[in-house]
């Protein structure tokens, strides 16, 4: 795939590696509360139609089969639309670059959370993977995710760190 402005196809560099992707994970939180909101695939047609784009939407995932489209965003963009929000969230942002084609981290972070009993819905972003959790577990999910980087043997391994 080539951009319209003659730039190279676009490749998915990071990390692939899953013992470095854990033993370097670190999670930031995006500040604010985030929701998830389904329209029908028109209703987000006709915001773009008259050129008001949402500017507090943070994600678009369209679903054709259904005709629908799901959106994440702020609170603000919610209340000024009058959108219904079908789940409130914390977005906390993995931070390793991991690549698009890594095999792995998806299954280990959704794994330790469902452990802990944290519901974890995952976005797959070109440099690094993003997770929505329920806002009263937020604290719970990034102590969580750092426990899981500091249990990975690959961690262990790094030199000035033991093992």
């Known amino acids: 795939m ?3 402005d003659h730039s190279p196809p676009l490749r998915s560099e990071g990390e692939t590696d899953l ?14 509360v985030r929701h998830v909101v389904n329209l029908t695939a028109q209703k987000w047609s006709d915001c773009l139609d008259i050129g008001d784009a949402p500017s507090g939407v943070d994600a678009v995932i369209t679903e054709p089969g259904e ?16 959108w219904r929000s079908g789940f ?8 390793v670059h991991s690549s ?3 095999v792995g981290l998806t299954a280990a972070v959704s794994t330790a959370l469902a452990r802990a009993g944290i519901p974890a819905n995952m976005i797959a ?15 719970e999910a990034v102590r969580c995710l750092q426990h899981l980087a500091q249990e990975s043997p ?4 790094r030199p000035g760190r033991g093992g």
Do not use: K, N, Q
């Not at 972003?125 to 604290?139: K, N, Q, S, T």
């Not at 690959?154 to 391994?157: L, P």
């Open 19 to 32: 013992g470095i992707m854990l033993a370097t994970l670190t999670v930031s939180r995006r500040h604010g």
């Open 2 to 4: 080539v951009d319209d």
């Open 125 to 139: 972003g070109f440099h690094h993977d993003h997770i929505l959790v329920p806002v009263d577990r937020a604290d």
């Open 88 to 95: 409130s969230a914390v977005w906390l942002t993995l931070d």
């Open 67 to 82: 005709g629908t489209v799901t959106i994440v965003c702020t609170g603000d963009e919610l209340e000024a639309r009058g």
């Open 100 to 102: 698009l084609v890594a």
């Open 154 to 157: 690959a961690r262990a391994s």
